[in-house]
Nanobody
């Protein structure tokens, strides 16, 4: 059974940092596109970042480029998202999602809440 479990969400002040983790089970994470997607209250899902299988090329939404970093630890079957210089507009429920060849998402975790507020 494929499962994704996120953790690391927190409440921080603007300018702070948070590191999110997503542990995969039931599949080898490094052989799939892995994504972070967020949803702010009252808004639709927003793709944040992705890491490709194999060589691990990384991709970022313009809104987080230069502030967020995605990487994975193959030994731990885990993908991470380091979030620096956080802004109130980064407040959202952050999901880890396994991608599909068609560009959608086959599996989602339960989400972890990040709140940026003074």
């Amino acid at each position: 059974e494929v499962q994704l479990v996120e953790s690391g969400g927190d409440m921080v002040q603007p300018g702070g940092s948070v590191r999110l983790s997503c542990v995969g089970s039931g599949f080898t994470l490094s052989t799939y596109d892995m994504n972070w997607v967020r949803q702010a209250p009252g808004k639709g899902p927003e793709w944040v970042s992705a890491i490709a299988p194999g060589g691990g090329s990384t991709y970022y939404a313009d809104s987080v480029k230069g502030r967020f970093t995605i990487w994975r630890d193959n030994a731990k079957n885990t993908v991470y998202l380091q979030m620096n210089s956080l802004k109130p507009e980064d407040t959202a429920l952050y999901y880890c999602a396994r991608g599909t060849a068609a560009g959608g998402y086959a599996y989602w975790g339960q989400g972890t809440q990040v709140t940026v507020s003074s």
